[in-house]
């Protein structure tokens, strides 16, 4: 079985930034408690990790 070809539904903060072409500070910035300008895109928090479902970045990219 290849688990090389797997495809990645949930993406770390630093994938994300990378993903939408933007600094990973930007992205914590963003989805930082009481933060000014949240960032259009929920993230999923599994204990301390923030991380972001690859089809909800996909249609935020399609909304812009």
Do not use: C, W
Not at 36 to 55: E, N, S, W
Not at 57 to 63: A, G
Request: positive net charge; aromatic residues 10%; proline residues 9%.
């Amino acid at each position: 079985m290849e688990t090389e070809n797997i495809e990645p539904r949930l993406f770390t903060v630093e994938q994300t930034a990378q993903y939408l072409n933007l600094s990973p500070r930007t992205i914590y910035n963003a989805v930082a408690p009481n933060t000014l300008a949240p960032f259009p895109v929920q993230p999923v928090r599994i204990g301390r990790k923030v991380l972001f479902r690859k089809k909800d970045l996909d249609t935020y990219i399609d909304s812009l």
